[in-house]
């Protein structure tokens, strides 16, 4: 093709020059595997738990802990990882505290217990390694507090009343001991611990392998998984990553994750059942929501993981309302939540 003029060397530097801009603008950050043998890493870790409840009032709790993290092996064929908590503190910050009070020694008894997570060679959740002693190690340390909340349900009110006569509560009590020692592996299922023990590394490795276009919005039908067993549900994932302002060698993935509203009837009542539903009727839950947004830091070069913030919302009309906020922060690093809130504001 001939072309009517030829252009000037200005103008050709200048095309270039917006070219570099435009590349400048979209560059690609690739959250890596950061997981290296012998590598051991610690986390200041917090979660605050808000039930919204309309009969008593609000409830909230907040368990801070130090996690600590040691790569036992990583490799093309997988990595295992061994978790353990250190120094947990159960407190209330509103509401009553008499869960609180029934949490700590079950807090106390898995501290220091090791937990081996292993992934896949992609740095992907696989499974954790022996599920079943841990499964019956957190039913041995949740037990007594269950039987400690039936005491507390059928012993006396606010004003000191008794709320069952005497002889009568010996009777429900030692019923309902039975049935609780009974139920145990319904009401602390393997699907339930497994699910609590790697929310947080599922997070950590939600994005491994992606390489992104910073500024770029990205949507996906990811599944969600259900707030109590864990199980995968449709889920609609929206993301984007960008250059931290302030260190370029850091970026900040977030994200917002969703419940899919357009899923089939049944699968709706799955989860509305687990939110505390006790019936199924004809049509779809009404009032129902479960959503989860997140923040996550990373070093750009070794994808290690500075911060991470999430904040699970679940709700089902009066029968649940909760909201969840976990945050981890990596020992030793100079960055704040004050400074982190300041930058995400930007």
């Known amino acids: 093709m001939t072309l009517p003029f030829r252009p000037s060397t200005a103008l050709v530097l200048s095309t270039l020059l917006l070219a570099a801009t435009a590349a400048t603008a979209a560059e690609r950050v690739r959250v890596a595997v950061p997981w290296t043998t012998g590598q051991s890493v610690a986390y200041e870790d917090e979660a605050v738990h808000r039930e919204n409840g309309e009969g008593d009032g609000a409830s909230v709790r907040r368990i ?15 990595h295992a990882l061994t978790w353990t908590t250190h120094g947990s503190r159960v407190e209330t910050v509103e509401g009553d505290r008499s869960l609180s009070d029934l949490l700590a020694p079950v807090l106390d008894a898995l501290d220091d217990v090791p937990v081996t997570i292993e992934l896949d060679g992609d740095g992907r959740y696989r499974r954790v390694r022996d599920l079943d002693a841990l499964v019956d190690r957190v039913r041995k340390a949740m037990l007594p507090a269950f039987l400690g909340n039936l005491d507390r349900s059928l012993g006396v009110d ?6 069952v006569d005497t002889g009568e509560r010996d009777a429900m009590l030692a019923a309902a001991r039975r049935d609780l020692e009974s139920n145990m592996e319904s009401i602390v299922s393997r699907d339930s611990v497994e699910a609590g023990t790697v929310s947080q590394m599922r997070l950590m490795s939600a994005f491994v392998g992606k390489t992104l276009v910073a500024g770029k919005a990205y949507r996906d039908a990811e599944p969600i998984l259900s707030p109590v067993e864990g199980r995968p549900l449709p889920g609609v994932r929206e993301y984007t990553v960008e250059i931290d ?73 009066d029968v649940h309302d909760e909201d969840q906020r976990h945050r981890m922060r990596l020992r030793g690093i100079g960055r704040s939540w004050v400074q982190e809130e300041a930058a995400r504001r930007r």
Do not use: Y
């Open 245 to 317: 302002r302030d260190d370029p060698g850091l970026a900040r993935l977030r994200w917002t994750h969703r419940f899919d509203p357009k899923a089939d009837a049944k699968t709706q009542w799955a989860l509305a059942q687990e939110l505390g539903a006790r019936t199924v009727t004809d049509g779809l839950p009404q009032d129902m929501a479960l959503t989860r947004t997140g923040t996550l830091v990373f070093r750009r070069d070794t994808g290690l993981v500075e911060l991470l913030e999430f904040e699970e919302r679940s709700k089902l009309g």
């Open 64 to 78: 801070t802990d130090e996690t600590r993290i040691r790569v036992d092996a990583a490799g093309r064929d997988g």
């Open 158 to 163: 606010a004003r000191g009343n008794a709320k």
